[in-house]
């Protein structure tokens, strides 16, 4: 079956700690993936997306994901957090044999960063 | 620029009552539209997804439907509402050019079934 699976669901750190948040997928053919944001507050939006090409993706306010086709991963990554990245984290696949318009989203994993 | 619309933000409904929750978007032609529903600690869960007026995809089965009158518009519906449809429902839309990547989210809708 489709899935996509988070295994940190409640992260907590200090400001200028590393990040890393596990995200891993079962869907069958090629595979777009995605990492949504939600802000507290705000909608969800997307931070960044992997379609082809370099597998080490960057995003938006120094994110960056790393597709490791072998392990089916798609790891988002920060080298030093900040307050305001406290939010909510949600990675997604869509492609394969059900084709783009079906996404299948993770559950999601909250980040607070401590000032 | 394009922009999307939810409302109500929040509804309390007593089970066994209908239900009508409305999305439209602006700035956009022919979008592919979405309804999702989030629960706690359960992510987002794709109900429905449209490409077209009237056509309607169905992800989950269940005492929801979806509709889409006008190309812009997206209804979620249901004739009795249940306990286990609580949540915050969330309308996107993307487009297919250049590619159906991005999703685009509205704010949501908070709806308590009582």
Known sequence: AQSVSQHNHHVILSEAASLELGCNYSYGGTVNLFWYVQYPGQHL???LKYFSGDPLVKGI???EA???KSKFSFNLRKPSVQWSDTAEYFCAVNGGASGTYKYIFGTGTRLKVLA | SQTI???????VQPVGSPLSLECTVEGTSNP???????????GLQLLFYSVGIGQI????PQNLSASRPQDRQFILSSKK?????????LCAWSVDYPSTDTQYFGPGTRLTVL
């Open chain 2, 32 to 42: 592919n539209l979405y309804w999702y529903r989030q629960a706690a600690g359960r």
């Open chain 1, 66 to 68: 790393e597709f490791i």
């Open chain 1, 61 to 63: 306010k120094g994110f």
């Open chain 2, 81 to 89: 509402l249940l306990l286990s449809d609580s949540g915050f429902y």
């Open chain 2, 5 to 11: 619309h939810q409302w109500p933000a929040t509804l």
């Open chain 2, 57 to 60: 995809s169905s992800e989950v």
């Open chain 1, 45 to 47: 939006q997307l931070l």
